[in-house]
């Protein structure tokens, strides 16, 4: 098989860039001499997450139990479940731990601790569980400086429950771009964090993990005093809002959309491809940043950069377009009919979504990079 | 099983609306005298492909061959795969055809042509091609005043490939909203694809069918004079984008996803579920458009619209907020954790597509809706 051979779109993993930026991370967190969890909402991928564990991360982090199950299913145990806990999902978290699974759940408000306590209680069922921190006011998680995180602290002490630490994610490191904005960020986040660690020991309550991470913050921190482990997802990956957040480059982006020239408007510059948004995903996070590129940026068949971006997207088409609104080259000469293009993606996490599986590939200078394995990715609920 | 049994996030149809949506587009097509062919891009479902022909449609519009394959496998044979032909699909295409599936196939540019030629005389296939018409100059498809239209339309006379028609579809729809403006572009629509067909035959090549549509100019149409067949997709479940374009209501909306809420940020007048982007998809088509929904509109678990919309997502978090900003209602009070609610999207085709599944449920104005069968749906390619 090569690349020619594959039916488009499809989603290629350049192989060699994908595991240069896991010993990139991975590297950086030995030296911290914290433990890595990568968070494997990215790929949904077995292959990739033993990948990273063969490279040295302890662990990993799900986004939802179906994740949890799968990666289980794969021999994958010691798994952090990183979206808030709900009475109703418990019986699905409890299977997996009579399983033996060494599951972790999170909690950041007082319902959801009593509920857990509750179920644990009427089910005999041994819950490890972390609270969630907020640390940089974008999402979840209890304030580190407030009597509530406390009161959860105290509920986690009940019943079958273990209160096994704190973890946070500051993902508001995506919306920044200059190198000292993202080191202020990912001390806000170790700094909170370790302050709501510290409040639970000094109120006699376990706190053994500290856990923070985003991809950003991962890249930026300074000093990681205080914390035990660290989280991140897209970094295995990178995509073109990491390039604009300036904690990669594109020649760092491992993750591709293959696609097919399929039709032309000449007059307007444009080639349609058969890459839409269905396979771009709807994802149009570079909008807001320093470089907007549409829904991906365009290069040629072996992964090297070209001047065209996917300037407009339907379902199944995509509209390539000149960077340069004012150039005037044949465009249906300079990709004609049948031209096998790649389209580096907005965010990693939501182009993968839309795939079955991935195609690796090698990446090449010259010639028809060769075709690697097909690794099957799962989704849903 | 009831509606809380159900893990969230799921995707629900509502059935009676549903079946409202296919019932008024076919009244309205069999009002016209021509055939309906339903795009069955927007669910990729059996179940509901065949509730559509039940109702009377002829045929089926699809946007992958891998749609072709599965929608033939469960008994449909009429299929137009409304994307641009390239030679590298042909082989995919002839397999169908050789197993019994009336495929047609589209193009508009000479090198499509003639690759469909060349194939189809070197394997001896048959291929039926309509040529694809640009009437609004949103995306592919060939002047209708062009001489290259005639140029098409003769390659297609050679081998086996019988000219079978010309179809467009005029997706600058979706940017209206007022039905003076839907109309006018009905008529364009109409008159342009028309007037190629009317080309074709005065050169003395076949045009049997003359195929439009999208679901606003299908629903906006006065007047269908010399088009044979009409084809809608998001019709069938409708969503918040076709009600700022004004060819539906909320009361019409079939798809919701349903969510729980996992926690809140008081302050921020925040409440946290568990569907996020992935959800509901990355698709924000509302953010331009009269009323911007952000990632779509919150109802109670019974479909009633409350005040709040969902005003942020992250990949499995979603943020609810008051449509109010001024609000100062307790939400943790109003929604409590725990709450179940139904947010409808943006776009039914974007947001189905992260599901592999619809729950079906009955419509109800009190109490808690019955559920009806699972519905499998496919993805990829």
Redesign the interface.
């Known amino acids: 098989m090569q690349l020619?051979d594959l039916?488009?779109?499809?989603a290629l993993i350049e192989h060699q860039r994908m595991t240069r930026n896991i010993e990139r991370m991975q590297q950086r967190m030995n030296q911290f001499g914290v433990t890595f969890r990568p968070h494997v909402?990215t790929t949904k991928c077995i292959e990739i997450a033993k990948a990273q564990i063969d490279a040295g991360a302890q662990g990993i982090t799900v986004?939802?139990?179906k994740e949890a199950e799968q990666f289980f299913a794969a021999g994958m145990t010691d798994i952090l479940y990183a979206?808030?806990?709900?009475?109703?999902?418990l019986k699905?978290a409890a299977a997996l731990i009579n399983n033996g699974c060494k599951l972790k759940i999170i909690a950041?408000?007082a319902?959801?601790a009593k509920?857990i306590v509750a179920f644990s209680q009427a089910n005999q069922t041994p819950f490890e569980v972390w609270i969630e921190i907020?640390t940089d006011?974008h999402?979840?998680g209890v304030n580190p400086e407030s009597d509530e995180l406390l009161t959860i602290g105290r509920y986690l002490q009940q019943g079958n429950v273990t209160l096994g630490g704190v973890m946070t994610h500051a993902?508001s490191s995506y919306d920044l771009h200059t190198p000292d904005a993202l080191m202020a960020l990912a001390e806000q986040e170790r700094r909170l964090c370790v302050l709501a660690a510290t409040r639970l020991r000094a109120a006699g309550l376990p706190c053994k993990n500290v856990s923070v991470g985003s991809t950003p913050t991962a890249l930026s921190a300074q000093t990681l005093e205080g914390v035990t482990e660290v989280r991140a997802g897209v970094y295995v990956l990178f995509d073109l809002v990491m390039t604009n957040v300036g904690v990669c480059t594109t020649e760092d982006i491992a993750l591709s959309v293959l696609t097919?020239?399929?039709?032309?408007?000449k007059d307007?510059g444009w080639a349609?491809v058969?890459a839409g948004?269905?396979?771009m995903?709807?994802?149009?996070g570079t909008q807001n940043q320093t470089h907007d590129y549409g829904y991906g940026q365009v290069c040629d068949s072996n992964g090297k950069l070209l001047n065209y971006h996917m300037s407009g997207a339907?379902?199944?088409?995509g509209?390539i377009s000149h960077v340069s609104p004012t150039c005037t080259a044949d465009i249906s000469a300079e990709l004609?009919?049948?031209t096998l293009l790649r389209i580096l993606p907005n965010?990693a996490?939501?182009t993968g979504?839309?795939?079955?599986?991935y195609n690796v590939v090698a990446s090449t200078d010259e010639g028809s990079p060769a075709l690697g394995p097909t690794w099957p990715r799962f989704?849903?609920?």
């Not at 979504?353 to 599986?357: D, I, K, N, Y």
């Open positions: 020619q039916s488009t779109p499809a909402k986004s939802t139990l979206v808030g806990m709900v009475a109703p999902k699905q950041d408000n319902d959801s509920a907020d006011d999402r979840s993902g097919t020239v399929i039709g032309h408007q307007k349609i058969d948004w269905m396979a995903s709807r994802d149009r339907n379902q199944e088409h509209i004609p009919v049948g965010h996490c939501a979504a839309q795939f079955p599986e989704y849903g609920w």
